[in-house]
């Protein structure tokens, strides 16, 4: 299999002439000669693009007009017949570890290999998987797998991510193939949870039975189904070839073959992706007006469903661009928000998708692939000349994106009713890691019960289809478990995230997961020294490196990994992930985040407006206020605290009771019932008229 890329021009961009950008015309497969004659090349008259610094890289002197340079990995896949060879072999033999070829073909079938960090001398190699659950749906048996699985092959426990899936960590090379097929065989699948494809399709996890939330979750499972590989290479590696798909819906089967406009390989085993792939992974959510339960803008394709005034879905908004991914110090990589693209009636989008996939195929960065995003071509090219190529591949105009109303987050924790008699709850897991007692105790409801599950973007859990004359038995067990409902959990934790980070992420800095407890202790530590209230709240999102998994830069506080024990400090992203955060200061060592987050919430306190965010406020006030601020900080003013003598247990089997529930959240019996009460009282001030019974 051989493949040729379309010629490279450089476009000097004005008003700096150390600045170039590689721009690629397209992609080729040379599978056959029918492809290259019906591959249509696309001529636009545009003008040279206006300065985009951000996506610019040096000049280095041009010695010949040969092809551009490929990635390492672009000659791995041209090389793997689909993604199958070498790892097909490496698979098989007897050492812990896999080849570097094999290593970066194993992501497409939704698996890192990984190696533990904290130990040192002989590398101690492990493989994480991760499955793929469009808009995180997890059938009861697929649950009850996993739950095996972690305890049979992995280390105990599961992991629920920020694009609602599991991931499955510390599994052994020779056991690699009897857990993916355990998978594969349970109503599961990892295929494309990785690699350079489109990953997995996020929408609202809330089992809501309203049209546009059915609508929306129909949608991101036709748009997994027609993105989904087709070659078989999966199958062949794992389950030797025998096939377990669902039938598709005919309108997927139909959009996939379609090729009138020229965005398929006509004799391909892979009509969409071809056998190079995509330049870079891909990332698309659906969603419903209000609803940013999903960070909609963080995304290559954000879909958002569009309803007449009867709740009829009609088609849907398109936005394009976004991503979170970026390298330190290199100026040139970068978030982005998504941006509007246009509007297109229902029965197109899953062409508009398609369209938009082969744009990004055909002309993304294969050079480098620290550029290679959908976000850096949207940015080289304007967004203007980005819907024209995908309107030839599309073959239609967009129509003018429609009107929405502001977004909101809902985490949808707590108690809700389905819509069809039935009730869903909602259980807040720090950090998404299911273990120890809270692992037996959702294993034992949800098998008990017969339950399905849904993970959210939040990295929490949904139980659904719950009987009423189960809710109390249910929550009492659960509450056993420090699984409460979300009155009686810290503000602060109800909206944090981090990423798995140390020991087994190849690319973690500092610490994420491990450090974002004693974090948040320390946080709330200080809104109680500047004087905040409990309820005031503060979105924080930690990282270990500034890859974003967590997605960082849309928090109002993002701490992001940048040396061993500092983090970088982001500040200015708000509740609803709307608006991008931005650097704020660098090289902040641990120990010394107070110095850091004393003026700053203090401040907030006492200079905000009403109702004013925390992010919102740094925005308005703007950094170089805030550093000046900063470099004025004396410390907070302190008054005697009044004392109180209070006697919270009023005999031993309380106490008792409380002390067992809070070794399991890392406290003390006396701060957990200090939590919980001061949880209540804010309840009752707050008057909230949320939908939560």
Not at 49 to 58: C, F, K, Q
Not at 60 to 69: A, I, N, V
Not at 173 to 193: E, F, R
Not at 384 to 401: A, D, R
Request: charged fraction near 25%.
């Amino acid at each position: 299999m051989t493949t040729s890329f379309g010629s490279a021009t450089s476009t000097v961009i004005p008003n700096d002439p150390k600045i170039r950008m590689q721009s690629f015309t397209g992609l080729k497969s040379l599978h056959s000669i029918a492809l290259a004659r019906n591959h249509r090349v696309f001529t636009l008259p545009f003008s040279a693009p206006s300065v985009i610094r951000a996506v610019s890289t040096p000049v280095k002197p041009e010695t010949s007009t040969t092809e551009p340079k490929r990635s390492k990995v672009e000659i791995f896949k041209e090389q793997s017949n689909f993604i199958r060879y070498p790892l097909n072999e490496e698979i098989l033999t007897d050492t812990p570890n896999i080849n570097e070829a094999a290593t970066q073909l194993i992501k497409f079938h939704g698996s890192y290999q990984q190696y533990n960090r904290d130990e040192r001398g002989t590398r101690s190699y492990s493989f994480m998987l991760r499955t793929k659950n469009p808009g995180g749906k997890v059938p009861n048996q697929l649950y009850l797998t996993m739950d095996d699985l972690a305890d049979q092959f992995g280390i105990g426990t599961l992991r629920l991510t920020t694009r609602q899936t599991f991931q499955l960590h510390g599994v052994l090379k020779k056991n690699l193939k009897t857990v993916m097929s355990t998978i594969i065989k349970n109503m599961g699948s990892t295929l494309g949870a990785c690699g350079d494809l489109n990953r997995n399709v996020l929408a609202p996890a809330a089992p809501l039975m309203t049209k546009e939330c059915l609508f929306a979750q129909e949608t991101a499972d036709n748009i997994a189904a027609l993105l989904t590989p087709q070659s078989g290479f999966y199958y062949d590696v794992w389950v030797d070839g025998e096939r377990f798909m669902t039938s598709e819906p005919p309108e997927v089967v139909k959009a996939r073959n379609d090729n009138s406009h020229k965005t398929n390989f006509p004799d391909s085993p892979e009509p969409i992706y071809g056998a190079q792939f995509l330049p870079r992974k891909f990332k698309i959510a659906v969603t419903v007006p209000t609803d940013n339960s999903v960070d909609i803008l963080t995304n290559d394709i954000g879909v958002v469903v569009v309803s007449d005034d009867n709740g009829e879905p009609q088609g849907f908004n398109i936005y394009v661009g976004g991503g979170m991914g970026r390298t330190h110090r290199m100026e040139a990589t970068f978030p982005r928000l998504g941006e509007p693209l246009g509007y297109v009636p229902k029965e197109d989008i899953l062409y508009a998708i398609k369209a938009i996939v082969a744009t990004q195929r055909d002309h993304g960065r294969r050079d480098d692939r620290r550029y290679s995003r959908m976000k850096y071509l949207i940015s080289s090219w304007g967004i203007e000349k980005f819907k024209t190529v995908v309107e030839q591949y599309y073959g239609k105009k967009f129509e003018p994106f429609r009107e929405l109303p502001e977004w909101e987050f809902k985490s949808y924790l707590g108690w809700h009713e389905q819509g069809d008699g039935a009730l869903f709850c909602g259980l807040h897991v720090d950090n998404g890691r299911v273990g120890g007692k809270m692992k037996k105790t959702l294993r034992e409801v949800i098998e008990k019960y017969n339950l399905n599950v849904r993970i959210t973007p939040n990295q929490n859990i949904i139980l659904c289809d719950i009987r009423s004359a189960w809710r109390r038995p249910i929550t009492t067990v659960l509450a056993q478990a420090g699984l409460l409902h979300p009155k009686f959990v810290d503000p602060l934790n109800l909206t944090a995230m981090a990423c798995p980070a140390f020991p087994l992420c190849p690319l973690a800095i500092t610490e994420a997961e491990r450090g974002i407890p004693d974090i948040l202790k320390r946080v709330r530590s200080v809104f109680e020294k500047v004087g905040l209230k409990y309820n005031d709240s503060v979105v924080i999102r930690i990282t270990g490196c500034p890859n974003g998994c967590a997605r960082p830069y849309m928090a109002e506080l993002g701490l992001v990994g940048d040396g061993p024990n500092s983090y970088q400090i982001w500040l200015g992203g708000t509740p609803n992930q709307t608006q991008l955060a931005r650097s704020f200061m660098d090289k902040v060592k641990v120990q010394d985040l107070e110095n850091v987050f004393e003026p700053l919430f203090y401040y907030w306190k006492q200079k905000r407006q009403p109702k004013e965010s925390f992010g919102d406020f740094t925005a308005r006030i703007g950094f170089e206020k805030l550093k000046e601020l900063e470099d004025k900080w004396e410390g907070v003013v302190q008054t005697p605290p009044a004392r109180y003598n209070l006697k919270l247990f009023a005999d031993k089997e309380t106490y008792e009771a409380m002390d067992e529930l809070a070794k399991l959240q890392n406290k003390s019996a006396h701060q957990l019932a200090i939590e919980v009460i001061r949880n209540f009282v804010a309840s009752q001030q707050n008057g909230k008229s949320e939908r939560v019974i």
